[in-house]
């Protein structure tokens, strides 16, 4: 079974663009959360959604977003990129129906360098 | 607020020795605990699970163990080998919520 798929696998900006990444979660899984890792932060949420909804938001600035698609595949967008923004971005997905003890699979991420 | 701490940060033991890596967090309202693997530059690996009602969990060479009411848990790896080398990261997710908090993870480094 085909696991957690991120697109691209790299990815280099210059500051002030924008930046849309791709996430396709394993097959039947509906909750899809966004992860950003930086040396000096570690890994942070940004958001979870499930079944299209965000259903969590961590705390970074209104310019991440993202979205979900019926078909569970998820895309965050990060405006006007800052070079602070440059991090391993990660995926993950989980098969959660609102209850039930399941674990996160994650993808291998997309390294966004803004310079 | 959840707060999850690793120590140490880094490790460093011949090949063949038992690894002890631990995990706490400040917060016992626990739903679950997860241990991952991280290789530079790579996503992560789900190595092990522990629900919030087990006290331990085993695959091959790896156990994890939780104990909620301390706030802590431990994964062994045994007889460890280089390509144990990685840095290892524990994540909770609380009982309310599907937010992971992961702490900052102990880089291990194996040496033949």
């Known amino acids: 079974k085909a696991g957690v798929t991120q697109t691209p696998r790299y990815l280099i900006k210059t500051r002030g663009q924008q930046v849309t990444l791709s996430c396709s979660p394993i097959?039947?899984?509906?909750?899809v959360s966004w992860y950003q890792q930086t040396p000096g932060q570690g890994l942070q949420f940004l958001f979870e959604?499930?079944?299209?909804?965000?259903?969590n938001k961590g705390n970074f600035p209104g310019r991440f977003s993202g979205r979900q698609f019926s078909n569970s595949r998820s895309e965050m967008n990060v405006s006007t990129l800052e070079l602070g923004d440059s991090a391993l971005y990660l995926c993950?997905?989980?098969?959660?129906?609102?209850?039930?003890?399941?674990?996160?699979?994650f993808g291998s991420g997309t390294r966004l360098t803004v310079v | 607020k959840q707060e999850v701490t690793q120590i140490p940060a880094a490790l460093s033991v011949p090949e063949g020795e038992n690894l002890v890596l631990n995990c706490s967090f400040t917060?016992?309202?626990?739903?679950?605990l997860q241990w991952f693997r991280q290789d530079p530059g790579k996503g992560l690996t789900s190595l092990l699970l522990?629900?919030?009602?087990?006290r331990e969990q085993t695959s091959g060479r790896l156990n994890a163990s939780l104990d909620k009411s301390s706030g802590r848990s431990t994964l062994y790896i045994a007889a460890s080998q280089p390509g144990d080398s990685a840095t290892y990261l524990c994540?909770?997710?609380?009982?309310?919520?599907?937010?992971?908090?992961f702490g900052g993870g102990t880089r291990v480094l194996v040496k033949p």
């Open positions: 993950a997905s989980s098969p959660l129906t609102g209850t039930g003890n399941y674990g996160y699979t």
């Open positions: 097959s039947g899984h509906r909750s």
């Open positions: 959604y499930f079944s299209e909804t965000q259903r």
């Open positions: 917060d016992s309202a626990i739903y679950n």
């Open positions: 522990i629900q919030s009602s087990q």
């Open positions: 994540a909770v997710r609380p009982a309310a919520g599907n937010k992971l908090t």
